[in-house]
């Protein structure tokens, strides 16, 4: 029974009319390739990043997971930049693994640098309903399917994303195309991918020598869908550890107060690797029923450094 409503809710989540379609991040500062290809060689060195969030931990059967994994590196000067994103998402019976690769070219511009990138990527989504437990045989119904179902779509997208010693800001679109997601054969159209819009933006103060303070956003825009936001500030202590507070728009109409609070924290093992984790608390009535939602960030840089506050204040920047 619990599969079955599981099953209910990846119709909600993969719906073109009500939902955000895409997973969520926690910590998004150190995954900007992710929804950005802009982003792409924005550091000094070739740089992997992986990234697994494990959601609503301790719910139903088939609650979100998520892996993701990114590779990042500039050429000819830092004028151009390559990166690749390999993920992997699964709620309930449905798994969408998805391939992007993307390219930017950086010019000077007001004392920083403007990146315009563009992705092109291909998507797997299958759905297998034979792992599906009912409350009847499904041989009795002939509306569900008795094996494996699974489709590629296609797809290409945009961002820009400009930064300097202190600012950053960006905008993208990673999914451009309103391709069909439907998995059965007919010729009506049910669901589709829907375009998703990312503002993101974030600052960074020296309150000392050994001290700084970093509040960064990440907006999200989906035509017909509740407008939802992260929002995170974190402080850096001696380059080394940070510590940090996230909140996420979105959640329950019904109780008004965002989807989830969480804390954040990092520390930089050395120039080349930085290792990540968060928790964050459900707001929603989901509370209830899951213990939260734990996500472990990963990041080594060859040939320069792995914290992003190096994006900030490295000399080699220019």
């Not at 992710?34 to 059967?61: H, L, M």
């Not at 990042?72 to 309930?92: E, Y």
Request: with cysteine.
């Amino acid at each position: 029974m619990k599969k079955l409503y599981i099953i209910l809710v990846s119709c909600f989540v993969f719906s073109a009319l009500n939902a955000q379609q895409e997973e969520q991040f926690s910590q998004f500062m150190y995954n900007k390739l992710a929804f950005n290809p802009a982003y792409a060689g924005s550091k000094d060195g070739i740089c992997f990043t992986a990234v697994s969030r494990n959601q609503w931990i301790g719910g139903p059967e088939g609650t979100p997971q998520s892996q993701l994994l990114t590779f990042s590196m500039p050429m000819f000067g830092r004028k151009v930049g390559l990166g690749a994103t390999v993920s992997r998402h699964t709620i309930g019976l449905t798994e969408r693994i998805s391939a992007e690769v993307s390219y930017a070219y950086r010019i000077p511009v007001a004392l920083g640098y403007l990146s315009m990138g563009i992705q092109g990527s291909v998507r797997l989504i299958r759905i297998n309903f034979s792992e599906a437990v009912t409350t009847q045989p499904t041989g009795t119904d002939g509306a569900i399917p008795g094996d494996l179902q699974s489709k590629y779509i296609p797809n290409f997208g945009a961002g820009l994303y400009y930064h300097n010693t202190r600012f950053f800001i960006g905008v993208s679109a990673p999914r451009l195309l309103g391709n069909s997601i439907d998995l059965a054969e007919d010729d009506v159209i049910i669901t589709r991918e829907v375009p998703h819009i990312y503002f993101t933006g974030g600052m960074r103060w020296d309150l000392n020598a050994n001290l700084q303070f970093q509040p960064q956003v990440l907006l999200k825009y989906v035509r017909n869908a509740p407008f939802e936001g992260d929002a995170n500030v974190n402080f850096i202590f001696m380059n080394r550890f940070t510590t940090g507070v996230s909140y996420r728009l979105g959640g329950s109409k019904r109780s008004g107060i965002g989807e989830a609070v969480g804390l954040i924290g990092g520390i930089q093992i050395s120039d080349e690797l930085f290792l990540g984790l968060s928790y964050d608390y459900t707001l929603s009535e989901i509370r209830y029923t899951t213990g939260g939602s734990v996500e472990a960030v990963v990041r080594y840089c060859i040939g320069g450094q792995s914290d992003d506050a190096a994006e900030f204040v490295s000399p080699r920047f220019f």
